[in-house]
């Protein structure tokens, strides 16, 4: 297990693609962010052993993204 010591601003990189980044905190917590692709599974758990996932949502349909772009053209057309 790796223990690091981090300042607010700092990072560490994990592999090429996840970024976890020290953002600052206090006494009794302390606030990461989390760069990621959405490919990426990230699980949260406790020393307690509970996990909470953060998992992928699942993509929209290729109808729904059809009319998205429709209703995107026609309001760039009323411009």
Wanted: charged share 30%; net charge positive.
């Amino acid at each position: 297990m790796l223990k690091l010591s981090l300042r607010p601003g700092e990072y560490i990189d994990i592999g090429e693609n996840v970024r976890v980044i020290f953002s600052g905190g206090s006494a009794n917590n302390i606030h990461l962010l989390v760069d990621a692709p959405r490919e990426v599974n990230i699980a949260r758990s406790s020393a307690g052993g509970t996990t909470s996932g953060y998992y992928r949502e699942k993509g929209i349909s290729d109808a729904a993204k059809r009319e998205i772009a429709d209703i995107l053209m026609r309001e760039k057309h009323k411009r």
